[in-house]
């Protein structure tokens, strides 16, 4: 799997910057938003992958 909330962390950093040069405070806020939203993405594949690791380790292999 690729990194989901990569595009979502780099999407929001633009938008947050683009209103921060703009002094547009709502695209900041949604660039703000947009980060975060690819943050969480990106764990919830972390802690996806932690478990399927886990998984794998723990089944017997009774041939």
């Given at each position: 799997?690729?990194?989901?909330?990569?595009?979502?962390?780099?999407?929001?950093?633009?938008?947050?910057?683009?209103?921060?040069?703009?002094?547009?405070?709502?695209?900041?806020?949604?660039?703000?938003?947009?980060?975060?939203?690819?943050?969480?993405?990106?764990?919830?594949?972390?802690?996806?992958?932690?478990?399927q690791?886990?998984?794998?380790?723990?089944?017997?292999?009774d041939?």
């Amino acid at each position: 799997m690729g990194d989901k909330g990569g595009m979502d962390k780099l999407k929001g950093k633009a938008k947050q910057m683009t209103g921060k040069a703009t002094g547009d405070k709502r695209r900041e806020a949604e660039g703000r938003t947009d980060r975060t939203k690819g943050e969480a993405k990106g764990a919830m594949e972390s802690a996806r992958d932690k478990a399927q690791g886990m998984k794998d380790s723990l089944k017997r292999d009774d041939s």
